[in-house]
């Protein structure tokens, strides 16, 4: 199997993977890891060695809330995570499917306020402005899956936490030995 990645900004459009709105500030805030797979898997979803990637970069990050259980009468169960095995649960929750375009995550540097971690956030974050949870709780980006779960898209506080990250991961791209371009 060969693996590439691509990390880009979002941009808006019919063929956009990108859910929902962007930020007011354009896509300065924003970041969009794409792969391509040779050959294609029978099933979609985020290929292994990419989730691997990515949650060894969310569990470094500090705090991963996101959600993993729909209760009773609508009642949403989270969970934090703090390291990388628990972070790749991330994208295989029954729940929320990432494949669906349905999963999503909060990353705080300290653990989020349990406040957030509600049916009314979750909701949220699977509508259009999902982006806008970065202004809230200490949460400094926020992650979801992109449409029909083909992209992982990311959004932050500002620009310069865009820039970071998209270093980060191009650097445990490249000691993965996964070729990344953006």
Known sequence: MTLRIELSTAEPGPCSLWPGDLPEDGPARTLMVTWTVDPEPADAGVPEPLQTLLATWLAGQGQVAFPVRLGLLGHVEWTVATTPGAAAALF??????????????????????????????????????????????????????????DAVCMAFTDRAARATAAAELADLAARAGIPCAG
């Open 92 to 149: 295989d929750i029954a729940d929320f499917p990432w494949w669906t375009g349905t999963q999503a995550a909060l990353i705080a540097g300290e653990a989020p306020d349990p406040g957030l971690l509600t049916r009314a956030m979750t909701k949220r974050l699977m509508g259009d402005a999902w982006v806008t949870a970065t202004d809230m709780g200490g949460c400094h980006a926020v992650v979801r899956a992109g449409i029909d779960g």
